[in-house]
Nanobody
Framework: QVQLVESGGGLVQAGGSLRLSCAAS????????MGWYRQAPGKQRELVAT???????TYADSVKGRFTISRDNAKNTADLQMNRMKPEDTAVYYC??????????????WGQGTQVTVSS
């Protein structure tokens, strides 16, 4: 199994910054990507940012230019730096890890979630 531990969530004022961290452990092999998703009350879980094992990032349009994802493959960690935060960023943020051991096979793992609240 793969375990994902998130940290860094909390309360921040609009315009402020917050940094989330995710550490993966367990049966880690053939990692394709790590990333962050979020879910606000009454909404579906949505992609925030992902980064492949090779370092290629993907961002939701709503966070481009404000959030930056990074990773350390040796340590199996992924961080999300969130700047110029807005009240609409308020959500539970979930760490995600994707394994692709072979073509056509993909496994997804999720952290327990960490609350991020942005006050106006």
């Amino acid at each position: 199994q793969v375990q994902l531990v998130e940290s860094g969530g909390g309360l921040v004022q609009a315009g402020g910054s917050l940094r989330l961290s995710c550490a993966a452990s367990g049966s880690i092999s053939s990692i394709y990507a790590m990333g962050w998703y979020r879910q606000a009350p009454g909404k579906q879980r949505e992609l925030v940012a992902t980064i492949t094992n090779g370092g290629t990032p993907t961002y939701a349009d709503s966070v481009k230019g404000r959030f930056t994802i990074s990773r350390d493959n040796a340590k199996n960690t992924a961080d999300l730096q969130m700047n110029r935060m807005k009240p609409e960023d308020t959500a539970v943020y979930y760490c995600n890890l994707v394994r692709r051991p072979r073509v056509g096979v993909q496994y997804d793992y999720w952290g327990q979630g960490t609350q991020v609240t942005v006050s106006s």
